[in-house]
């Protein structure tokens, strides 16, 4: 977060900082829900050797991890929210091998959607 906002004219400073940066993060586990017919492909269900009167419908579940990333931005001296960023996907097994990359990568992106520089004084 740092180097997106140095891109952009901000300067790192630990004491008495203008603006604030705080990065939150969500890890959900949930199961996902399929269903798919199988049914005839025509109309009113016909058609005997293609599932018969209307066919079937199967269902299949899978375990999902979704993570949720969320930047916000404050005005340190007015504690105000100025700028929010939140980001939403499933977290795979190689993901996980190489987090450190793939987080960078995604407050990135995030950060491509901010919209202020530095303002002029």
Do not use: C, N
Not at 19 to 44: D, F, N
Request: no cysteine; aromatic share 10%.
């Amino acid at each position: 977060m740092k180097l997106q906002l140095e891109r952009r004219g901000y300067t790192f400073v630990e004491a008495d900082p203008e603006l604030a940066v705080a990065l939150i993060g969500k890890l959900v586990h949930k199961q996902e829900v399929r269903a798919t017919s199988t049914g005839s492909p025509y109309p009113y269900g016909y058609g005997y050797g293609y599932g018969g009167w209307g066919g079937q419908t199967v269902v299949a579940t899978e375990d999902v991890t979704e993570g949720t990333p969320r930047i916000d931005l404050v005005d340190a001296r007015k504690k105000q929210l100025v700028w929010q960023a939140t980001a939403r996907g499933k977290v795979t097994d190689e993901m996980r091998e190489d987090f450190e990359r793939i987080l960078f990568e995604t407050v990135a992106d995030m950060f491509d959607a901010y919209p202020v520089g530095v303002p002029a004084k």
